[in-house]
T-cell receptor, first 112, second 114 residues
């Protein structure tokens, strides 16, 4: 079946450091890919998405590129802030359905 | 404001005492879903509904029931809760046409079963 694997955390960074969270997927066909962010005590919010190969999703300084050849969707940000401390989830959705398949989540802690 | 609401936000209960977690959305979405979040496992789908009176099992449906009598509401029912259902639960909704639509999540319900 479909699956998403992302790097385990926690990832601890200093402010203004570069952030990368790796995400790879296994799925048939051409899924859409998503990054969701969960701030402490809150629900999930969509951070960015890409719906086809080579698409780049971007939002709030975060970027991720849909790489079909490596089945990856790594999340990057060039200069993190304390307010980026959260749990990040990579997810996929098949074109034929609404179900999201999530990775295990990566907790990011940014220190001043 | 477009939103998904859940109640209660926090609940502590005992084994076997029936409970219901409510979920409501104000976006006229056809699709609604319940997930549970457990450490290291991400979110796993419990049940989903494509529209009123149409529900189906997700990946981890055992011990749960749902109903969809109205488009805006999708309650999650635990008839006889057990400690392994201690978890963080999220309701989500989206438009019914498939594939690329964003899912909107509620704030979560943290359930503890003792």
């Amino acid at each position: 079946g479909d699956s998403v694997t992302q790097m385990e955390g926690p990832v601890t960074l200093s402010e203004e450091a570069f952030l990368t969270i790796n995400c790879t997927y296994t799925a048939t066909g051409y899924p859409s890919l998503f990054w969701y962010v969960q701030y402490p005590g809150e629900g999930l919010q969509l951070l960015l998405k890409a719906t086809k190969a080579d698409d780049k999703g971007s939002n709030k300084g975060f970027e991720a590129t849909y790489r079909k050849e490596t089945t990856s969707f790594h999340l990057e940000k060039g200069s993190v802030q304390v307010s980026d401390s959260a749990v990040y989830f990579c997810a996929l959705k098949k074109a034929a359905g609404n179900k999201l398949t999530f990775g295990g989540g990566t907790r990011v802690l940014v220190k001043p | 404001e477009a939103q998904v609401t859940q109640n209660p936000r926090y609940l502590i209960t005992v084994t076997g005492k029936k409970l219901t977690v409510t979920c409501s959305q104000n976006m006229n979405h056809e699709y609604m879903s319940w997930y549970r979040q457990d450490p290291g496992l991400g979110l796993r789908q419990i049940y989903y509904s494509m529209n009123v009176e149409v529900t189906d099992k997700g990946d981890v449906p055992e011990g749960y029931k749902v109903s969809r009598k109205e488009k805006r509401n999708f309650p999650l029912i635990l008839e006889s809760p057990s400690p392994n259902q201690t978890s963080l639960y999220f309701c989500a909704s989206s438009r019914g046409d498939r594939g690329r639509n964003e899912q909107y999540f509620g704030p979560g319900t943290r359930l503890t079963v003792t």
